[in-house]
C-alpha cells in the first residue's frame, strides 16, 4: 500500500486539515468533522488517520457486510507471509549503526534551522541535510517528516532514505560543520556533572512583569557556567503548558543570547508537578557523578496532570 491514499468524494467536507487530503500520509493523525447519524443534526470534531475514517466509510456503505463474507467464502492461495509494520515513532531511530553517543545534536539542527517538533521523550523529528539524494519523498513535510530524527539521550541520527540508512550522527554534524564530540558508553559523562535549567515560560511571568528579572537569571547563571563549567552538559527546559528540552549541549557553547533574545513567556498555566515528574526522571537517569537543578518560577502550580 502505498504512503499517501485519494480521499473519497462523501468525505472531502470533512476534512478539516489545511493541506489537501493527497498530501498528506494515510498514517497521519488528522481532525474530521464527522456529522451526527440521523436524525440528529451537526457534526462531531474527532482526530483519526485518514486510513482508519476511509475504512470506517467503507464499512459503512450499503452492502459492505455482503461483501465481506463473500470474499471470504472464495478460497484464495496461501499468502505471502506479512510485510513488516513500519516503524513506529518511537522506533525510527535504530540502535545498530551508532555504537558511540554523540553530543551537540539538537543545538546543530537549531543553528542550521532543521529543527522540527519533538517525538517521545528524546527524539525530534529534523529535516535531512541530504533530502536532494532521496530517490521518492522528499520530506513534503519539511521538519515535521518523521522519516529522519535524532535521539538526544543516545546522541544519534538516523533517516529512513535509502541513501542515508547508514549515515551517522558525526556524519550528521560533519555535513553542518560541527565538529562531532563522541564520548564511550562505557565511560559516558563518567565524574561528569548534568545541569538542569528550568525556566517558567507561563503569561504569569509576563503578566506580573518579571520577564526581565528572568532574563537576567538566565544570563548570569549561563555565564557563570560557560565561564566556571564549560564541560558540564546542559538541558534548558522553559515549561508552562508544556515540558520540552530546547537545548541539550555543553555549557561552553551555550547560546546565551540567543536564550534570552528568545524568552517571551506566552504559555498558559504552569504546570510545576509535570515538571517536577519529568526532571526527577532526567535526573535519575545514570552516567552522571552529580546533577544540579534549576528551576526559576513565580511558584504558581496551575492545571497538573499529576499530583503529589
Not at 472531502?12 to 488528522?30: A, G, I, N, T, Y
Not at 529535516?127 to 521518492?136: A, D, N, Q
Not at 530524527?149 to 540508512?165: M, R
Not at 547560546?255 to 513567556?265: L, T
Request: with cysteine; glycine share 6%; proline share 8%.
Amino acid at each position: 500500500m502505498s504512503k499517501h491514499m485519494s480521499l473519497p468524494a462523501d468525505l472531502v467536507s470533512e476534512w478539516l486539515d489545511p493541506r489537501k487530503p493527497e498530501d498528506v500520509p494515510r498514517r497521519e493523525v488528522v481532525k474530521w468533522s464527522i456529522p451526527y447519524p440521523p436524525p440528529t443534526r451537526g457534526s462531531r470534531i474527532v482526530e483519526m488517520t485518514k486510513e482508519r475514517r476511509i475504512e470506517q466509510w467503507r464499512r459503512a456503505q450499503l452492502g459492505y457486510k455482503a461483501r465481506a463474507k463473500k470474499s471470504k467464502v472464495v478460497s484464495s492461495p496461501p499468502s505471502a507471509p506479512p510485510t513488516p509494520a513500519a516503524p513506529t515513532v518511537q522506533s525510527v531511530v535504530q540502535p545498530t549503526a551508532q555504537p558511540e553517543p554523540v553530543k551537540g545534536l539538537l543545538l546543530a539542527a537549531q543553528s542550521a534551522n532543521l529543527l522540527g517538533g519533538r517525538v517521545g521523550t528524546d527524539n525530534y523529528m529534523v529535516l535531512c541535510p541530504w533530502r536532494k539524494e532521496h530517490k521518492s519523498g522528499r520530506q513534503i513535510h519539511g521538519q515535521h517528516d518523521q522519516s529522519t530524527q535524532i535521539n538526544l539521550a543516545e546522541g544519534k541520527f538516523h533517516c529512513q532514505h535509502g541513501p542515508c540508512f547508514t549515515r551517522t550522527a558525526e556524519d550528521f554534524l560533519k555535513e553542518l560543520g560541527v565538529t562531532a564530540s563522541v564520548e564511550s558508553t562505557h565511560a559516558a559523562s563518567a565524574g561528569k556533572t548534568k545541569v538542569i535549567l528550568c525556566i517558567d515560560d507561563s503569561g504569569s511571568i509576563y503578566y506580573r512583569g518579571n520577564t526581565e528579572m528572568v532574563r537576567e537569571q538566565i544570563k548570569i547563571i549561563c555565564n557563570q557556567l560557560r565561564t566556571q563549567s564549560p564541560e558540564w552538559d546542559i538541558l534548558y527546559i522553559p515549561f508552562g503548558e508544556r515540558v520540552d528540552v530546547t537545548i541539550n549541549c555543553q555549557a561552553k557553547i551555550l547560546p546565551v543570547e540567543k536564550m534570552i533574545a528568545d524568552y517571551r513567556p506566552r504559555q498558559g498555566s504552569t504546570k510545576l508537578y509535570n515538571l517536577a515528574e519529568f526532571v526527577a526522571k532526567e535526573a535519575l537517569k545514570p552516567g552522571y557523578q552529580a546533577t544540579l537543578i534549576y528551576i526559576i518560577t513565580d511558584g504558581m502550580e496551575q492545571s497538573s496532570t499529576i499530583s503529589f
